[in-house]
C-alpha cells in the first residue's frame, strides 16, 4: 500500500533530531513550513500524520518578530494551534517575549520619544505607548513647558510644523495648536506695549 505522505527528504530541527519531510508548504516570508515524522533511534519513522517540524528558519522567523502582535507570528500556512503548540515547546510566548524585550530596552523606553524607540527597535508606536504607561507611568512635561526660551525660538521659527513636531517631540496637531498661542500672545503683548 501506498503512503498517503511519502518522504521527500530529511531535516534535522533545532534540537538535531532528524525528521523525514513529507510536505513543504511556502510561505511570504521566504522560508518554508516542514511538516513530516521523527525518525527513530532505530531508523523508522514514527507512525501518524505528518507534523510541523521547528526548523531554524521558523524560529529565526518567531524570533525576529516576536514583539509583534498584528496576527504576523500566525501568518503561516498551518493551522493556529499547530503554531501555538509549536512555539509553546519552543519556548515563545508572546506577553513574556513581550515583557523581556521592554525590559532590555528600559533606559531607551524613558528617555526616548514614542518615535524615536519606535524607529530604533522597530516595534509598533502603540506597543510602545500603551507599554510606557504600564512600565514607567505617565510621562508628562511640566504645566507651560512650551514657555521656555529653546521651546518658543522652535515654535516662533518659520519651518514647517512637522519639523516644529519632530524638534519638540510633540504631534503636528500640537505644534499648530501651540504656535497659535505663541502668536497670540506675541500679538497681545505688541499691543500692550503700543498701548502704553
Avoid: C
Avoid at 505528518?50 to 521558523?58: D, F, K, M, S, V
Avoid at 522567523?61 to 515547546?89: Q, Y
Avoid at 524607529?119 to 506597543?127: K, P, T
Avoid at 510602545?128 to 514607567?136: A, F, G, H, P, Q
Amino acid at each position: 500500500m501506498k503512503h498517503k505522505y511519502p518522504v521527500v527528504g530529511h531535516v534535522e530541527d533545532v534540537d538535531g533530531a532528524l525528521w523525514g519531510v513529507r510536505d513543504v508548504r511556502g510561505t511570504k516570508h521566504g522560508f518554508d513550513l516542514l511538516f513530516g515524522s521523527p525518525v527513530s533511534r532505530f531508523g523508522s519513522y514514527v507512525s501518524g500524520l505528518p507534523r510541523l517540524i521547528a526548523t531554524q528558519p521558523l524560529v529565526d522567523f518567531w524570533e525576529k518578530n516576536r514583539t509583534k502582535h498584528n496576527g504576523l507570528l500566525f501568518d503561516l500556512p498551518a493551522g493556529r494551534t499547530t503554531l501555538k503548540r509549536v512555539r509553546s515547546r519552543l519556548g515563545f510566548h508572546y506577553f513574556e517575549d513581550t515583557s523581556e524585550f521592554f525590559t532590555e530596552r528600559f533606559d531607551d523606553l524613558k528617555t526616548l520619544s514614542t518615535r524615536e524607540f519606535t524607529v530604533r527597535h522597530n516595534v509598533h508606536a502603540g506597543l510602545v505607548s500603551d507599554t510606557r504607561l504600564k512600565i514607567v507611568g505617565r510621562r508628562a512635561r511640566h504645566l507651560g513647558w512650551w514657555h521656555e526660551p529653546k521651546a518658543l525660538e522652535v515654535l516662533r521659527s518659520n519651518v514647517p510644523l512637522r519639523v516644529v513636531g519632530e524638534k519638540l517631540g510633540i504631534s503636528i496637531s500640537q505644534a499648530h495648536r501651540l504656535r497659535n498661542r505663541v502668536r497670540e500672545e506675541d500679538r497681545a503683548v505688541r499691543e500692550w506695549e503700543l498701548a502704553a
